[in-house]
């Protein structure tokens, strides 16, 4: 049973906020999919002032919103963070995080660096910031190219942007090159299990280690 002494398995933990970011197109979404498939934790799903991609499901991938619509958000301090991305704007719904890291639900945030200083900030003891690297600059354009989803004008943009969202890679905890998807997906998954695992988030531990002592 939970906490008994000789019974590890399920000791309450407090959940965490696992970032992932990177410049454009080196793969934080991809790996941000197969990372839910892991039922403790969930996508934050952003709002966002830029139009759908072909296949993005508003509620899904994001919230589409006008700019209307996301100025309202601001005023009402709906946003945990929010930042201007590429002339648009994006932001991190406050929802029930709070609530849901005391029930030991994980979060994931695809987000740029701005937002990741922004939820750092706010939230130290919770935030696991990755940063996700492409093997080369040549590669970062293909991938770009290779997804179809932009015009030659927003690829241009982001790969401009890119060197400058680099920059940022020692503002992360872990920094991973993703050369092969499964190996990427493989080292982001531990370092989520492991972070799992700390001391500090085992809130279990306490009441199982004074049953442990007799106390
Ligand atoms: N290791 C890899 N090898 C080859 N292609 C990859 C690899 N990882 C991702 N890709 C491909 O590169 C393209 C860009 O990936 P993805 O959309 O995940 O990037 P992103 O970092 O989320 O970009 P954005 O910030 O613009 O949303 C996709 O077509 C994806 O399938
Ligand atoms: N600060 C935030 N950045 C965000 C958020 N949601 C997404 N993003 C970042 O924007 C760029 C572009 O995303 P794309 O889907 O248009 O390619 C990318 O770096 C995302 O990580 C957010 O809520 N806050």
């Not at 941000?32 to 709002?47: A, N, Y």
């Not at 590669?139 to 179809?148: A, F």
């Amino acid at each position: 049973m939970a906490g008994e002494p000789g019974s590890t398995n399920a000791l309450k933990r407090r959940g965490l906020l696992f970032v992932l970011s990177s410049p454009s197109g080196a793969g934080k979404t991809t790996i941000s999919r197969m990372l839910l498939s892991d039922p403790e934790i969930k996508l934050s799903v952003s709002v966002t002032t830029r139009a759908p991609r072909p296949g993005e499901v508003d509620g899904i991938h994001y919230h589409f919103v006008t700019d209307e619509e996301f100025d309202r958000c601001v005023e009402e301090d709906d946003f945990y963070e929010w930042a201007h991305v590429f002339g648009h704007r994006y932001g991190t719904p406050k929802g029930r995080i709070r609530a849901g890291l005391k029930e030991g639900q994980d979060f994931l945030f695809d987000i740029d660096w701005q937002g990741t200083q922004q939820l750092y900030q706010k939230d130290q003891q919770d935030v696991v910031r990755v940063f996700i690297l492409p093997p080369s600059i040549e590669e970062l354009r293909r991938r770009l190219e290779s997804r179809q989803t932009d015009s030659p004008a927003v690829i241009e943009a982001r790969m401009e942007r890119a060197r400058a969202e680099i920059s940022h890679w020692d503002a992360y905890d872990y920094v991973i090159i993703n050369d092969d998807v499964d190996a990427c997906f493989g080292k982001v998954r531990e370092i989520l299990h492991a972070e799992r695992r700390k001391r500090q988030r085992q809130t279990g531990l306490i009441p199982f280690v004074r049953e442990l002592m007799g106390s």
